[in-house]
């Protein structure tokens, strides 16, 4: 008998637990990302499919965070941007830019499943290699004349990483 009130307590307790919630991202326009042509920038497209961006010509201050859907580091980085960015309140851009992507589709998807809701540029042959090099993630400081103050090169840890690197080579307080 005890048995059988062990085994019922341990399923009603497990049954009680809520399911992960999803957070639901969108495809967003790059409209707001503020870019000139210059000698060094890529022109790279939108994840939604409209215009992109010149990379080497964002103005800031911005941080460019490049991503892919197959890769486990950044994957394990979204929760930090996605709470960083709710934090920022239109202070400095928020920039995805989508690399070595199977497709474009695989690229939107995990903006969806993720929660992203910042523009993403997407790279579908590899051009940003050249201004990017290889390996993902990396995060890029763009100061407010488009120069890169600071580039992470790997995953960051945690939000008060990002918030302390934003502030100590953006001068954005968050």
């Not at 790279?44 to 580091?73: E, F, M, Q, R, T």
């Not at 998807?109 to 290889?134: H, Q």
Request: a positive charge.
């Amino acid at each position: 008998m005890k048995k059988i009130a062990l085994a019922l307590s341990l399923l009603l307790l497990s049954s009680c637990a809520a399911p992960a919630k999803e957070i639901a991202g969108q495809v967003i326009s790059c409209s707001s990302i503020t870019s000139y042509m210059n000698e060094t920038s890529i022109v790279l497209d939108c994840l939604d499919g409209g215009d992109g961006a010149a990379l080497g010509g964002i103005k800031g201050p911005a941080i460019i965070n490049v991503w892919g859907s197959w890769c486990g580091p950044c994957k394990q980085e979204i929760p930090i941007f996605r709470s960083f960015y709710a934090k920022t309140n239109g202070k400095l851009k928020l920039i995805g830019v989508d690399v070595e992507e199977s497709s474009i589709k695989a690229g939107r998807s995990f903006v969806v499943k993720n929660g992203i809701t910042w523009p993403n540029l997407y790279d579908g042959d590899g051009r940003s290699r050249k201004y990017f090099g290889m390996g993902v993630p990396v995060t890029w400081f763009i100061a407010v004349d488009g120069s890169v103050a600071y580039k992470k090169i790997g995953v960051l840890k945690n939000e008060i990483e990002l918030i302390t690197l934003t502030n100590k080579y953006l001068g954005v307080s968050l």
